[in-house]
T-cell receptor, first 115, second 112 residues
Framework: ETGVTQTPRHLVMGMTNKKSLKCEQH?????MYWYKQSAKKPLELMFV???????ENNSVPSRFSPECPNSSHLFLHLHTLQPEDSALYLC??????????????FGPGTRLTVL | QQQVKQSPQSLIVQKGGISIINCAYE??????FPWYQQFPGKGPALLIA?????SEKKEGRFTISFNKSAKQFSLHIMDSQPGDSATYFC???????????FGTGTSLTVIP
């Protein structure tokens, strides 16, 4: 595997379910990100992890819970989601956590549908 | 408040034509402006980027034009090809912090 991978690629869940999204980067990067992509809206940054520590949380509802066990893996735990949470969830990584000029490499995303 | 405004929302261009996508920003602290290209089923990928110390950057058929006084920048795709059909996002960031501010995207269709 190369680059940034995400599993599952598609997920359908009920509002009472608990599920997790997984991201893995094979680039040796030190920063990882979760974004939410909704139609006709800008990409929304949800969480940033730098060297496995959360450095930014853009006021995301607590029903989204991130976890970064090491610099290569990032999870997004989901519970009691709402239909408006249906979107494409993108994971990204970059080399230098403190330098925004560094290119962010995106995974293919997980298409989430909440019924 | 949307930090970066992008237009048009969609664009249809004949093969061989020029595709132009525009973005505008308000925050003068922004100092890095990348463009990302996203194909269906894929994540966005960096296409080309510019810093405000230059007014233009060209890479192959792709050119960014930057107007610092107007706080606008645009992507020009010369000799557009069907393989360029994708969604294009402009973005902006500043040299502190980790955040990129993205535009809403432009869906480009190049007709053969």
């Amino acid at each position: 595997e190369t680059g940034v991978t995400q599993t599952p690629r598609h997920l359908v869940m009920g509002m009472t379910n608990k599920k997790s999204l997984k991201c893995e980067q094979h680039l040796g990067h030190n920063a990882m990100y979760w974004y939410k992509q909704s139609a006709k809206k800008p990409l929304e940054l949800m969480f940033v992890y730098s060297l496995e520590e959360r450095v930014e949380n853009n006021s995301v509802p607590s029903r989204f819970s991130p976890e970064c066990p090491n610099s290569s893996h990032l999870f997004l735990h989901l519970h009691t989601l709402q239909p408006e949470d249906s979107a494409l969830y993108l994971c990204a990584s970059s080399q230098d956590p403190g330098h925004p000029y560094n290119e962010q490499f995106f995974g293919p995303g997980t298409r989430l549908t909440v019924l | 408040q949307q930090q970066v405004k992008q237009s048009p929302q969609s664009l249809i261009v004949q093969k061989g034509g020029i595709s132009i996508i525009n973005c505008a920003y308000e925050n003068t602290a922004f100092d890095y402006f990348p463009w990302y290209q996203q194909f269906p089923g894929k994540g966005p990928a960096l296409l080309i980027a510019i810093r405000p110390d230059v007014s233009e950057k060209k890479e192959g058929r792709f050119t960014i034009s930057f107007n610092k006084s107007a706080k606008q920048f645009s992507l020009h795709i010369m000799d557009s090809q069907p393989g360029d059909s994708a969604t294009y996002f402009c973005a902006a960031s500043m040299n502190t912090g980790n955040q990129f501010y993205f535009g809403t995207g432009t869906s480009l269709t190049v007709i053969p």
